[in-house]
């Protein structure tokens, strides 16, 4: 491979990569605003359906905020990463012991660290995926 095509394989990695945070980011995002603006249909499900207490949805939001931040920032993005994960995985038990369809917060989780795996070249180099064959 030559050099101009690395770099512009690097290139579409990291813009695809970014592209995809983003993607995860603002999803997340419109899920904290809901918890912290008080959403009543949301806040409805969490206390009905969930069983939480009403006064911890705005701390479920604030968790949310500070994960996705973290995880925007590049210096940052891999603890914000393990952080939403395990944001996530809080998520999918939540989902699962409601009996409620668990695989959306999944996807968030392999969209987030897909994200980040293909936007940071340490983490690539850290996880490297090699062809078989």
Excluded at 44 to 68: D, N, Q, S
Aim: glycine share 12%; net charge positive; charged share 15%.
């Amino acid at each position: 491979m030559s050099s101009s095509e690395a770099a512009e394989n690097k290139r579409w990695m990291t813009w695809t990569g970014r592209v995809l945070s983003g993607l995860a980011a603002l999803g997340l995002l419109a899920s904290a605003s809901g918890k912290l603006m008080g959403n009543e249909e949301l806040a409805k499900g969490f206390t009905e359906v969930y069983l939480y207490p009403a006064g911890v949805l705005p701390w479920i939001g604030v968790t949310e905020l500070l994960c996705v931040l973290l995880y925007a920032i590049p210096q940052t993005a891999v603890l914000g990463g393990l952080l939403l994960t395990a944001y996530l995985g809080g998520a999918v038990a939540t989902h699962v012991r409601a009996g409620d369809a668990w695989v959306a917060p999944v996807v968030f989780g392999v969209v987030v660290w897909a994200g980040l795996f293909l936007r940071d070249p340490r983490l690539r180099a850290l996880l490297p995926l090699r062809r078989l064959g």
